[in-house]
């Protein structure tokens, strides 16, 4: 299956900080991919999809197809960003219709 | 409302017994998943299916079955529980195959095995 990778299990940064959560790809073509965050105890949400290339809460990503990553950043970090995040291709960039995604990253926004 | 709702949101249960998680979702959306979250995994998906009685098996499918009888539910049986089954489960649902729209996930169920 193809998958992504994000390299960093745990994130801490101070409020104000910038911040960028990591996510490589290993396909190739055209990806699309999303970005998810769980607040603690909470469901999943979808925080931003690359094809519409909106700002969620202060958050972008921009594909870079030389990289193969799809990293989330935000300029200033807010302590209501810690959560933990995952980056995840749709349905059509998977083999047999599978949703893979990364091992997320739990950042921790200090004050 | 996210229109998907799972049942129960916890379990404890012993090992050897028969679980079954349910999914039920209002939204008529095809695609269904089923994962479970542990720590340093991260989500991994167990089963999914792409239709009414169409169902297949993900990455971490030993010791776990599904069905899905209607459109609307999708059932998760853990046949014989055993510890390292406890985790929390998440269901995911999905329009299209495309997936352009996202994903929409339960609130899981946190399932202990003693």
């Known amino acids: 299956a193809q998958r992504v990778t994000q390299p960093e299990k745990l994130l801490s940064v101070f409020k104000g900080a910038p911040v960028e959560l990591k996510c490589n790809y290993s396909y190739s073509g055209s990806p699309e991919l999303f970005w998810y965050v769980q607040y603690s105890r909470q469901r999943l949400q979808l925080l931003l999809r690359h094809i519409s290339r909106e700002s969620i809460k202060g958050f972008t990503a921009d594909l870079n197809k030389g990289e193969t990553s799809f990293h989330l950043k935000k300029p200033f970090a807010q302590e209501e960003d810690s959560a933990m995040y995952y980056c995840?291709?749709?349905?059509?960039?998977?083999?047999?219709?599978?949703?893979?995604f990364g091992e997320g990253t739990q950042l921790t926004v200090n004050p | 409302d996210a229109g998907i709702t799972q049942s129960p949101r916890h379990k404890v249960t012993e090992t050897g017994t028969p679980v079954t998680l349910r999914c039920h979702q209002t939204?008529?959306?095809?695609?269904m998943y089923w994962y479970r979250q542990d720590p340093g995994h991260g989500l991994r998906l167990i089963h999914y299916s792409y239709g009414v009685k169409d169902t297949d098996k993900g990455e971490v499918s030993d010791g776990y079955s599904v069905s899905r009888s209607k459109t609307e539910d999708f059932l998760l049986t853990l046949e014989s529980a055993t510890s390292s089954q406890t985790s929390v489960y998440f269901c995911a649902i999905s329009g299209n195959a495309g997936g352009w729209n996202g994903y929409t996930f339960g609130s899981g169920t946190r399932l202990t095995v003693v």
């Open positions: 939204e008529n959306h095809r695609y």
């Open positions: 995840a291709p749709p349905l059509s960039q998977t083999s047999g219709s599978r949703l893979t």
